[in-house]
């Protein structure tokens, strides 16, 4: 009895977990694509002339050096070797899916920067602090520290670790996420609605991994259960 109960309550939670994950993507793609519409269309963003005047007010040598160093924490460089890692560590760990997903999801973050940037071709704003070559939208830092910080969260959660360890690790990469974001802004290299695409964008693909992630995950183990 009890191992024709567990099916029934893990496909439940299976399936409001899938809901809750479809509502959240739904929602990404509506926001970007409001987004883009505008920035097709040359508008102006009331939101990005105010951030950035205010950014301006705030800059100093000291903050410039720091935020010179948070920013790679979402480079290209940084989070391709950081994917590597982790995929490595967890297929050494017996964990080879979740190294797969972490893995494509961060190549799926990468061909879809490229492939958005190409799309609505925005210049980058004027009189940045670093120079940065290719489109500003959405912010490639951005959706690259959003999608590889959100898998940790997401492997950390699962992960065996004491819950007040969970926290201040979640707090940390959460941390991490929001201040490379802050960086594009003040370093000029990008508009705060770059950022903010980018942070949609980069959920996107979190999400949509998890989702089948925890699908074939649920499969396997119902699997399981009928041949028991």
């Given at each position: 009895?009890?191992?024709?109960?567990?099916?029934?309550?893990?496909?439940?939670?299976?399936?409001?977990?899938?809901?809750?994950?479809?509502?959240?993507?739904?929602?990404?793609?509506?926001?970007?694509?409001?987004?883009?519409?505008?920035?097709?269309?040359?508008?102006?963003?009331?939101?990005?002339?105010?951030?950035?005047?205010?950014?301006?007010?705030?800059?100093?040598?000291?903050?410039?050096?720091?935020?010179?160093?948070?920013?790679?924490?979402?480079?290209?460089?940084?989070l391709t070797m950081a994917t590597i890692i982790t995929t490595i560590a967890l297929w050494r760990r017996g964990k080879l899916r979740d190294?797969?997903?972490?893995?494509?999801?961060?190549?799926?973050?990468?061909?879809?920067?490229?492939?958005?940037?190409?799309?609505?071709?925005?210049?980058?704003?004027?009189?940045?602090?670093?120079?940065?070559?290719?489109?500003?939208?959405?912010?490639?830092?951005?959706?690259?520290?959003?999608?590889?910080?959100?898998?940790?969260?997401?492997?950390?959660?699962?992960?065996?670790?004491?819950?007040?360890?969970?926290?201040?690790?979640?707090?940390?990469?959460?941390?991490?996420?929001a201040v490379v974001g802050w960086s594009r802004v003040y370093l000029g290299v990008h508009y705060p609605t770059d950022v903010i695409a980018?942070?949609?964008?980069?959920?996107?693909?979190?999400?949509?991994?998890?989702?089948?992630?925890?699908?074939?995950?649920?499969?396997?183990?119902?699997?399981?259960?009928?041949?028991?």
């Amino acid at each position: 009895m009890q191992n024709q109960q567990c099916p029934s309550r893990e496909t439940k939670t299976l399936t409001v977990q899938l809901i809750v994950g479809l509502a959240i993507t739904l929602a990404c793609i509506l926001l970007f694509t409001e987004l883009g519409e505008d920035v097709s269309q040359r508008e102006t963003f009331v939101v990005d002339l105010l951030l950035i005047r205010w950014v301006e007010a705030l800059r100093s040598p000291g903050v410039t050096k720091w935020m010179n160093h948070v920013t790679d924490l979402g480079s290209v460089t940084w989070l391709t070797m950081a994917t590597i890692i982790t995929t490595i560590a967890l297929w050494r760990r017996g964990k080879l899916r979740d190294g797969v997903m972490v893995a494509a999801g961060m190549a799926a973050t990468s061909i879809l920067n490229t492939a958005l940037k190409d799309m609505y071709e925005r210049q980058r704003p004027e009189d940045a602090l670093i120079h940065e070559i290719g489109y500003s939208f959405p912010s490639g830092h951005a959706m690259g520290a959003m999608a590889f910080y959100s898998f940790l969260l997401y492997l950390m959660i699962k992960s065996t670790w004491q819950p007040w360890i969970k926290s201040c690790t979640g707090l940390l990469l959460l941390g991490i996420i929001a201040v490379v974001g802050w960086s594009r802004v003040y370093l000029g290299v990008h508009y705060p609605t770059d950022v903010i695409a980018g942070f949609v964008a980069g959920a996107f693909i979190v999400i949509t991994s998890l989702c089948i992630r925890e699908t074939y995950r649920r499969y396997r183990q119902r699997s399981s259960w009928s041949s028991s």
